[in-house]
């Protein structure tokens, strides 16, 4: 957080604020949370009359509907701003839940990338091998992974890493020092994609990261790259992608994301044997007790009229 990012204007009371959860399953654990807070639920449509000053959810026609009643804090409970209605986007204050997916994400890449170093699921044995006690095969210990978006999913992602002995490299959209010893920032998508074993892509979905895996950045890969993305679809110029993919200048796609989703049942990306494909699923663990929490952390701020973490605007990639 900055020292200007955006504050509630006094200390309330819990009993004087209502909560307008978009989130069924969230309803209890707010209230065990941060007892005496009024929380509504309005997964199924806003009630008649139904008016609350904080709304966590942000994606469905409820929570649009409730800014109309003088809602004053949208807490997201993810963190994607891609797609937003334009009055989630208008809200006086408006939060994402940084970091709540890092523990299953990160373990996803891992997985990922050490499937792609020891050739899974090619080396499955179905049959006897013609040679035992010998496959193609590498580690990620020594490897250079490369991360585009640095936000708290990219930082647990090189936490792991960097005890893997790989080495990491990050670009991130507001120039600075590391945030993680042991991780070299630099300054452009050329350095950062050409130094790169394994690339992951983990920046939002914005006009300045629209298909930035292009033509142009891609063909400055090293070839054999292994491409993964848990960010979004709208990342990749997914044509180029398939090209490069021929071309062996990327030998594996890892990914979770699509453009657009879900693919059209006959999209080349099902058949093609250099891509594995995840239905957006990389998040599936203890996300969305993790972005209640932090809800709820955040919800404690809010009574005592403290800065709010993770609000939009204030938070590079």
């Known amino acids: 957080m900055t020292d200007d990012a955006p504050r509630v204007p006094r200390p309330r009371e ?4 209502v909560v307008l959860c978009e989130v069924s399953p969230a309803v209890d654990r ?22 609350g000053e904080i709304v966590y959810g942000g994606r469905g026609p409820a929570s649009v509907a409730a800014m109309a009643g003088g809602v004053r804090w949208v807490q997201l409970v993810g963190t994607g701003i891609d797609g937003l ?3 989630i986007r208008a809200a006086p204050v408006l939060t994402s839940a940084r970091g709540a997916g890092a523990v299953a994400i990160s373990e996803y890449v891992i997985a990922v990338m ?13 049959q006897p091998p013609e040679h035992w006690g010998f496959q193609r ?31 990491v490299v990050a670009l991130r959209r507001r120039p600075g020092p590391s945030t993680v010893q042991g ?35 891609l063909a400055q890969a090293k070839p054999g790259l292994h491409l993964v993305n848990i960010a979004r679809g709208s990342l990749i110029d997914q044509e180029a992608l398939r090209r490069a993919l021929d071309d062996g200048t990327v ?15 006959d999209h080349w990306m099902y058949g093609h044997p250099q891509v594995y494909l995840t239905p957006h699923s990389s998040w599936v663990g203890p996300t969305m007790e993790a972005s209640v929490d932090y ?23």
């Open 295 to 317: 809800f709820c952390d955040n919800l404690v701020r809010y009574l005592a009229g403290e800065p709010l973490e993770g609000v939009v605007g204030d938070q590079g990639y």
């Open 30 to 51: 707010i209230r065990r949370r941060v007892p005496g807070v009024a929380v509504i639920d309005i997964s199924g449509g806003l009630p008649d009359g139904a008016r």
């Open 251 to 265: 030998a594996r796609a890892s990914l979770d994301v699509t453009d657009p989703e879900p693919l059209p049942a």
């Open 14 to 17: 819990p009993t004087d604020v």
């Open 85 to 87: 209605a334009p009055e």
């Open 137 to 167: 095969a590498q580690t990620l210990a020594g490897a250079t992974l490369a991360l585009y978006g640095f936000g708290g999913i990219g930082q647990r992602i090189a936490r792991i890493a960097l005890a893997m002995e790989m080495e």
């Open 183 to 217: 991780v070299e920032m630099v300054a452009t998508l050329g350095e950062l994609v050409g130094s790169a074993d394994h690339l992951v892509l983990a920046a939002p979905a914005t006009e300045a990261t629209r298909q930035a895996m292009g033509t142009t950045t």
């Open 114 to 126: 050490a499937a792609f170093a020891r050739g899974f699921p090619q080396n499955w044995l179905r």
